[in-house]
């Protein structure tokens, strides 16, 4: 079992980079999925991007501007987000599961952070 702790969040103008950290305790993180939602107000919690095994995947809003990486060794993944547009404001959760097939759908992740808020002004 995991526990997420996400950080990193805050309030940048568009154009700027911020980089998210997930933080997750348990020995075995190397056996998890791990992946990155974002729900804006009054819409439904999105797939942003995904560490599984060796694949890395991203939704195509972000594609080219966001990069996901993981260090095992720290127990630790990060999401870079580069090219901020207003339209990324958003809370960002970071998810696990025991490794399996790759899924981008929330209800397939078994453990949520509490989310980390990303504005991006105009």
């Known amino acids: 079992q995991v526990q997420p702790v996400e950080s990193g969040g805050g309030l940048v103008q568009a154009g700027g980079s911020l980089r998210l950290s997930c933080a997750a305790s348990?020995?075995?993180?190397?056996?998890?999925?791990i992946a990155w939602f974002r729900q804006a107000p009054g819409k439904e919690r999105e797939f942003v991007a995904a560490?599984?095994?060796?694949?890395?995947d991203y939704a195509d809003s972000v594609k080219g501007r966001f990069t996901i990486s993981r260090d095992n060794a720290k127990n630790t993944v990060y999401l870079q987000m580069n090219s901020l547009k207003s339209e990324d404001t958003a809370v960002y959760y970071c998810?696990?599961?025991?490794?399996?097939?790759?899924?981008?759908?929330?209800?397939?992740?078994?453990?949520w952070g509490q989310g980390t808020q990303v504005t991006v002004s105009s």
């Open positions: 560490a599984i095994s060796w694949r890395r």
């Open positions: 998810a696990a599961r025991v490794s399996r097939s790759w899924s981008n759908t929330p209800s397939s992740y078994d453990y």
């Open positions: 348990g020995r075995t993180f190397s056996s998890y999925d």
